[in-house]
């Protein structure tokens, strides 16, 4: 009986996803393992997966691929290239919630009065979803 038979399935599937990944090296395998992992592995192997991965890099390198993969939401909004609208939309779909409610916030309060009231009776005149 060799080792590979005493794997469990779930383990053997994972590995063999990595190797893909590893092998393929296209975007699309990579994207997709996060979603196989989740599935096969628990979250004690994940996170020693992920800690081996990270102390087989520099010191800078692992920083900036934690920071990446730990980065979520749109950021700050960038500067506008087709119209300051165009931008805004385009920023709050990627958003996540915090951020919206934290700019819109931040916004409405840089807002002089006149406008303020504007916007408010804009946005009392839809209807809300």
């Not at 053997?12 to 990595?18: F, L, M, P, T, Y």
């Not at 004690?44 to 520099?58: G, H, V």
């Not at 800078?60 to 990446?68: G, N």
Request: net charge negative; aromatic share 8%; hydrophobic share 50%.
């Amino acid at each position: 009986m060799s080792v590979s038979q005493n794997i469990p399935d779930n383990i053997k599937r994972a590995a063999r996803s990595v190797g893909y990944a590893l092998w393929l090296d296209s975007e699309d395998e990579w994207c997709g393992l996060p979603v196989i992992l989740r599935a096969r592995l628990d979250e004690r192997q994940r996170a020693a997966l992920a800690f081996m991965a990270l102390k087989s890099l520099d010191r800078d390198k692992a920083m900036q691929t934690a920071e990446a993969a730990l980065h979520t939401g749109a950021g700050s909004p960038q500067a506008p290239l087709f119209g300051v609208m165009d931008q805004a939309a385009f920023w709050a779909d990627m958003a996540e919630p915090e951020e919206l409610e934290a700019y819109c916030l931040a916004s409405f309060n840089a807002m002089q009065r006149p406008r303020q009231a504007a916007f408010l009776d804009f946005v009392r005149g839809r209807a809300v979803a």
